[in-house]
Structure formats: structure tokens, C-alpha cells
């Protein structure tokens, strides 16, 4: 029986394993199509992805799957649940059942509506035209509740769609936590403004240039632990981090020769995300214990390193005389103090993706609140523009001119990602969990960084996050490394700490 | 009966034109190893090639396309033999047969030996070991003879292997041409070694800096005509041009921070290359009237932009001055004439991929003589470095010191292409002969070059070979294209006319 099982697992896992090959062939053709592709060829590589996509979701909702699952369920080997094989079995069912829930039909419809939404939303942005991009929203809502109800939810159809990008996380628990931070966030944020004190930010807009902003980027991911052996840094118009291989992991960036910020964290958010890919256990690699637990806890570990450890003062009191040397132009004569200051201000602005680190959580939440409220129908699309300068002047204290810069700066819910936002802001409270847990045993984190070390705390996240794989939820694992169930304890904290005497407010 | 034969028709053509997207996104992933791939993510594209690779062989072996292909030469729509349908036909039949005809366990055998093979040579080469490497040689001609007898042959099991890459050509036909060139060339080449004559080539030795010459290489390749909206130039160890789509063809090179040849020429050589794949009918992208028709035609291709155009003296009246712009501490003061007899200097060496444009064509005689008689069993393997260096001496005045420099240099026969060699020759001969056509047609090519006009050519080319595919096999176009069976009269004259002047020999 056991022997039964154990050849049904391994039939099951080669199985798995081929069509994850599958899809690291489809990311090396969305890698370079965003990154090296010819303009001419976008058509053909369309068809290329297509096919592949076709092919993949055929293995992915193949019926054996069901076979050997329940096979494998039936025998004692799939007992733990957080073993191997019992992760194995848990989350491929899971996917299989989200897949199989949904009829054909319908995936077809969002596919469709998600391309020509997108369309719709690139050009209703480009004529700060909502009304021309609201047909196609409303079009969408409906198709994402429709999917929800295929998929099944506990409480409500919010819960389907979050659950996409945060398994077993509910909405109920979700906006909990976030109505929490918005109490203590939106009133530091004033707090903060009410100073009148001006962080020296002239600083990061001086001279550049690309290509030393290109190997200081590279030479501080690989010293933080993103390997370039397993991995590259290269150029695109909207960065992302892509795996394409157990031992290839690709991160990009753009360059701004007067921004220094805009490449420089970009590139150490991305290497953030590279690490977490870099260190998921390559002999896993296709399969649930050897892949990532959801997008908050990816998030968190981009997070991490882009905040917690990259706009830390130790860190920069290491990497600061180096930056110094590779922009003489810049930064010779500027201390280390104003250099530091710059690159934590914090300002409320309309754009989320140029939003501070602490703003930016605000920016998260008015999106989480209106989604809900669209999935739920307490909101409809034609009160959306309205709603959104409502809580903007809420939480931010500003509002947009125009909806250009209001409800329609983002793709997410042209593409129909709803539930996706959230998982920004909870990757943001899980780094700050996990930030805090590893300063605790690690006996103190800023004095490693002031000497550049940082491989305690990549081996810490390795062992505590990254080999996890998916064999705890991203709520357990939270729990378990950091000994708190997710809350805005830590973030907030954080905030606060580093803040207090930069603006000169009470620290707590 | 028609309408049955065209649904067949359309069958036969999707179900082709999917194999070739699988082909195309293998190439890509080819590509990407040999240009971008981190170091350690080796091991994982070798299974994702080998995956998508047992796909394509199967799909190219599957019994539908021989049920389909039967049906379609049923019906008079596959008549005529140079039409699309009828290309289609014949060529996929060809296709099918030779794939068919080998035994799975031939094929494995093959591709062991090859791995096993390119191994042994790279430390056989390391080394200067021909005892170490003879071995594995012995067993691959031992596959290669295995491979002819189970493909067929119309006179010698050469003739198999030829038309592998040189569909319709005949070992016979091949050997006459090439014993003809070598009865000319051989003598021009002593006559101009006996000149005592040296071309100042020092200019070429000095700083041309990397990122110089690639701009001025991308805009001289841009400017012939290849397509950088439809391909890329990248750097690689060993130059190659892949094509990934129908709008996707990529060319790569190498720089030497101190010698101005390698990389421009081979840019010109491999956008040659890529030029014709440009040319190619895009609608038919994957069928035979949309491929190359063989690699002698291809190599002739690269081999007209690189030398017949690239080493013209026209063609450098008009981008000298460009290139003196680009490198003025290698070439103020240098004056065209000094720099013409540099590029075109004719010297006997020893290593092929460093050979001139005149005795190129010796060292791949060499190679064509000794492969034909070790397959035909008339060398032994045991007596190949002495009969290398025979050849050498006798055709072209030296001879190696040691293996390494001499039967070892060459990756080819370690990875079991025999019959691959001679279409680099048969590149040189068809070239020369379109060009001559193109000159004659076009009422003289050096006008329109020193005026920087390549349309023409270019225009003349996609017209004449590009876009026939392989509707003619290359002999037949050859012959089309230029009024004259393939000979050696064309090369002949071609170089004769260049060296007269520069080495102040008879002209003919």
C-alpha cells in the first residue's frame, strides 16, 4: 500500500515537475519579451505564450491529477500536513479544485475582458477619460464575481478572490488588520506633515549617471546575497523579478540619471524578491514545497530588504562612502545624515508606485476598501472617481485634479486583479514581523549592517521563510517565525522609530 | 475531392506550424544560453531543451503527417513541384523519411556520441591528444556509416550525410567542383605568397574600443539592410545567427579590443546570415516555402555581405570615413588604400576560422577530401593527423607543429558533422555567382555601394533567393539565379581580380 503510494507520488511529481518545466520555458519567453524582444516580433511571441499557456493549463487540469491525489490522500503517507508529501498533496489539490471549479467558458471571458480592459485602461488614462474605461470595469466586476461564486467562499466573494494570492487568508481578517493600521498611520502621517520640516531630497536628483547606478545596484544586491551566477539584472519599463529555473532568477530595473532612489530600490526590491526565489529549495523546484507561499510573503521579503535593511542608517553607513565614490559628482560633501533623511522622507503624494514607505501603506488601503466595496456592490463603478478623492482626502489629507492620477493610475483592476492590492500592504506588516523576530535572535541587526554583513540575516530568512516552501499558510508561517499572529504592532513601530527624530515627533 | 485535399492541406500546415513554434521557442532557449543564461542555470536548460526536443521529434514523426502528406499527393493540388503545396509536400516528406528511417536507438546513439565526443575533443585539443580523442572518433564514424545505410544513398554513404545540409547534392557532383577550385586556387595562392608582398595590418592591431565597434558595426548592419526591429546583436564566445520567430532573428559576435576584423566581419558575416532570414516569406514561417533551402545557400548569404560586399573597396569609399570618425587613434592618417589591402591581405595560416577569404577555401577542402575518405573507409582514423598534415603541405604550403593547431581545431567531426564542412565552400562558390548575376543584372554593383546603396542588392536578393524558400533545391537555384551549374569559374574570378592589383600578379 505504501509502495502503491510511493510510485503514485512519484508519477504525480514527475508529472508536476514536467509541467512546471513548461511554465519556466513560458517566463524566459515573457522575460525576454519585456526585457530584449525585437518590436516586431510581439505578435508571434503572443502565439508562442499562448500555446504554451494552453498546454500548461491542460496538464494543470488534467484529470489524473484528481487520481492521484486521491490515491495518495487515501494512504498514510500525505498524514502531516506540513510535510513534504502532505504539502504536496494539500496544495496541488487546492489548485487543481480552483482550476477544475471554473468552466471554460468563463476563463475564456476573463481572459478576453482582461486584455481589452487593459487596453481600455491604457487608453482612458492616456485622455483622463473614466467614463470611457467604466463599461469595461463593470464588465469585469461582474465576470469576478461570477468566478468567485465557481470558486466557493466562506463569507463573501471577496474571500474567493484574495484567497488567490493569500490562501486561507480571509477579508474579514484582512481588513481588520488594515482598518487597524489606518488608525495609527493616517494619524502619523500628519503628524509628520505638520512639522513643516523638508527632508533635503535635492540630493537624490543631481547627477547619476546610468551605468555607475547600474554596477553600484548590482554590487550591493550581490552583497546583500542575490546571486548573479544564478541570476541577472537587467533593463524594462516596469520591473519585475522572474524565475525561470531552479537556478535562474532574473530581476530589472530602470534607470532615472537624475533619480537616484527610483533604480537603486527598485533594483534591492527586486532583489528581495530574488533572494526568496533564489533560496526556495531547488530540489523542490516545480513543486509546492519547493515554491513560494503567496504574494504577501513575497512581498515581505522584497519589502525587507528594500526598507527595513536598505534605507536603514547602518546600512548606509556602510554603503554610504561607497556610493559616495561611485557618484563624486553628487554626493562628495554631503553627510551622511542628510543622505539618510532624503531617502526616508515622508510625504503624502497621489502616485502609489512613487509613494514613501510609510504613505505608500495609505495609498494600499484606499484601494483595498474600494475593491471590497465594488466585489461586495456597496459601491458602483460610476461612484468610483467620487469615492476615491473621498479617501484620499481622508487618509492622505490630498486629493487628484483629475482621475488620471486618481482612481485610473493603475493597471491592476483593468487586468482584473482584484484581491491583489492587499497583498503589497501585508507584505509590508510581514517584513515588519519578520524584521523584528530576526533582530531578536540574531542579538541585533545594525551592527552586522554597519559592517556589511548580511548573511546572518539571509541564512535567518533561508532557513526560517525561504526552505519553507509552501508547508506552512503565509498565517502560520507568520506565526511561527515571528511568535504573533499578523497585526500592525511592528510596521507601526518601525514607522514610528525611525521618524520620531527625523521629524521630531514623539516616538510612541 | 479538392476541397477534402485543401482541408488535408490545412491539417498538415497547422499541425506543422505548432512544431515549429515548439522549434522557434527552442531557440530562444538556445539562444538565451549562449548570450544571457547565469552560469548555473546550465544544467536545468539542458532538460528544458531535452524536453522541448523529444516533443519536437516526436511531433515531427508522428504517422499523421505520412497519412496526410499520402492524401495530399493523391490530389492534383501537390502537381506542381515548385509550388507552395508542392514544395510543401515534397519537403516534409523528405523530411519525414529521413527522420523516420533512423531507429530510435541509432538516434540516442548519436546524440550520446556527440556529448561524449565534444567532450573528449575539448580536452583532447587541451591536451594535444589525438590518441586520447581517436576512439571516440572511430565510434562515430562507425554511427555516421550506420546512419547512411539507414537513410539510404544513391552511390556512397557520403551522399546521406551531404544531403542532410545540401538537399539534392551529390558527393560526386561536390568533389569534382571543389578538385577544380583547388587546381586554381592552390596556384593563385603560391603565386601571391611568392610576391613576398605584406599588407600593412598593423592598422587593424590597434585600439578599436568594444563599445566603438559595436555601435559601428550595428549601424553598417543596419544599414545593409538587416532589421534591428525585427533581431538584436548580442555578444557570445562562438558567433551564430538564430532565428525565433518570423519576425525574431538575433545575431551575435565577439569583440577584440585590438584587432578591427573579428567582430565587424563577423557582424557583417552573421547579419549575412540573418538578412536571409528577414528575407524569408513570413506567412509561410515554418513551412518549407518560408525556410532556408540549405546551408550552402545560407552560407552563401553571409559570405556575399562579409566579403564580396564587406571587403569591396566601393563599399569602404562610403564608410571609411564613418569608421575613421568612429576610430580616429586607429585611423587618422590612415589612408583607404592602406586599409583596403589590410582587410583583403591573403596569407596561408593554419586555422581555418582565422583564414583569409582566399584560403578559407583550401582549409575546407582539406576537411571534405579527409571526411569523404574516412567514410568511405579508405583512411583509418589511426592515420588522419599524418594525412592532415600531408594535405596542408601540399595545398597550402604549411603544416602544423602540433595536432592541437592542426586535426584537433575543429569541433565539428567530434560532434558528428560529416558533410557540414563543404557547405561553407559551396557558400563561397553560390555567392560569388550571385553576385556576379546581381552585378550584371543591376547594371554594376560598386556604383550603388560607394554611394551607400545596399537596396538594391538586398531588394535583388529577397527577390531572387529569399523569398523562393525552398521551392528549388539549391542546385536548381543556383542555376535559376545565375544561368550556370554551380563551378568554380565565379570565385575564381572574383578573387583574381581582387588579388591582381593588391599583389601586383597577372590578372588572369
Redesign the interface.
Known amino acids: 500500500m505504501i509502495a502503491t503510494a510511493k510510485s503514485t507520488l512519484d508519477e504525480l511529481c514527475a508529472f508536476v515537475r ?1 509541467t512546471a ?1 513548461l511554465e ?2 513560458q517566463s ?2 515573457e522575460w ?1 519579451e519585456r526585457t ?6 510581439g ?3 503572443a ?2 505564450i499562448t ?2 499557456s494552453g498546454m500548461i493549463h491542460q496538464r494543470r487540469t488534467d484529470p489524473r491529477i484528481e487520481q492521484w491525489l486521491d490515491e495518495l490522500v487515501a494512504s498514510p503517507l500525505a498524514d502531516d500536513p506540513h510535510s513534504d508529501i502532505g504539502t504536496t498533496a494539500r496544495q496541488l489539490r487546492r489548485d487543481y479544485d480552483r482550476r477544475t471549479r471554473l468552466p471554460q467558458s468563463l476563463v475564456e471571458a476573463l481572459t478576453r475582458q482582461s486584455v481589452l480592459g487593459q487596453q481600455a485602461w491604457v487608453k482612458a488614462r492616456e485622455e483622463n477619460n473614466f467614463r470611457a474605461f467604466r463599461p469595461c470595469l463593470e464588465e469585469m466586476i461582474r465576470l469576478k464575481k461570477e468566478q468567485a461564486a465557481a470558486i466557493g467562499f466562506c463569507s463573501q466573494p471577496y474571500d474567493a478572490l484574495l484567497d488567490e494570492y493569500e490562501p486561507g487568508e480571509s477579508t474579514e481578517r484582512v481588513a481588520a488588520i488594515l482598518a487597524g493600521l489606518r488608525e495609527q498611520l493616517s494619524p502619523l502621517v500628519a503628524e509628520v506633515v505638520a512639522t513643516g520640516k523638508q527632508a533635503p531630497i535635492e540630493i537624490l536628483r543631481r547627477e547619476y549617471p546610468t551605468s555607475k547606478q547600474e554596477a553600484f545596484g548590482q554590487a550591493v544586491a550581490a552583497r546583500i546575497g542575490f ?6 539584472l537587467d533593463v524594462t519599463h516596469h520591473p519585475f523579478c522572474s524565475g ?5 532568477c ?1 530581476i530589472t530595473t530602470r534607470y532615472d540619471a537624475h533619480f537616484f532612489p527610483s533604480a537603486f530600490f527598485g533594483i534591492l526590491h527586486e532583489a528581495g524578491h530574488g533572494i526568496y526565489d533564489q533560496g526556495l529549495r531547488s530540489e523542490q ?1 516545480g513543486l509546492p514545497p519547493g515554491s513560494y507561499v503567496s504574494l504577501g510573503i513575497h512581498e515581505s521579503q522584497s519589502r525587507l530588504w528594500e526598507n527595513f535593511v536598505g534605507r536603514n542608517y547602518s546600512f548606509w553607513r556602510y554603503f554610504f562612502p561607497q556610493a559616495q565614490a561611485a557618484f563624486p559628482s553628487a554626493l562628495a560633501g554631503v553627510r551622511l545624515e542628510e543622505f539618510y533623511f532624503a531617502i526616508n522622507q515622508v510625504q503624502p503624494s497621489l502616485i502609489r508606485v512613487e509613494a514613501d514607505e510609510a504613505t505608500y501603506n495609505l495609498h494600499i488601503i484606499v484601494r483595498f476598501e474600494l475593491e471590497q466595496a465594488l466585489i461586495r456592490g456597496d459601491l458602483v463603478v460610476a461612484d468610483l472617481p467620487a469615492a476615491w478623492r473621498e479617501k484620499y482626502r481622508e487618509y492622505l489629507g490630498i486629493e487628484p485634479a483629475d482621475d488620471a492620477d486618481g482612481v485610473l493610475q493603475d493597471i491592476h483592476w483593468s487586468a482584473g486583479l482584484f484581491g491583489y492590492f492587499p497583498t503589497y500592504l501585508l507584505g509590508n506588516l510581514y517584513a515588519a514581523q519578520f524584521y523584528d523576530a530576526a533582530d531578536r535572535q540574531l542579538g541585533g541587526l545594525e551592527g552586522l549592517f554597519a559592517q556589511g554583513e548580511f548573511e546572518p540575516l539571509l541564512l535567518w530568512l533561508r532557513h526560517n521563510i525561504h526552505q519553507q516552501g509552501q508547508c506552512y499558510s503565509p498565517g502560520e508561517l507568520a506565526l511561527r517565525v515571528s511568535g504573533q499572529p499578523l497585526a500592525p504592532t511592528a510596521l507601526m513601530g518601525h514607522l514610528r522609530r525611525k521618524l520620531a527624530p527625523l521629524y521630531g515627533i514623539r516616538c510612541g
Do not use: N, T, W
Request: hydrophobic share 30%.
Open positions: 514536467e518545466m519556466s520555458i524566459l519567453l525576454d530584449k524582444m525585437p518590436v516586431q516580433a505578435e508571434y511571441r502565439e508562442q500555446y504554451l546571486s548573479f551566477e544564478r541570476g541577472r525561470m529555473g531552479p537556478h535562474d532574473r523546484y
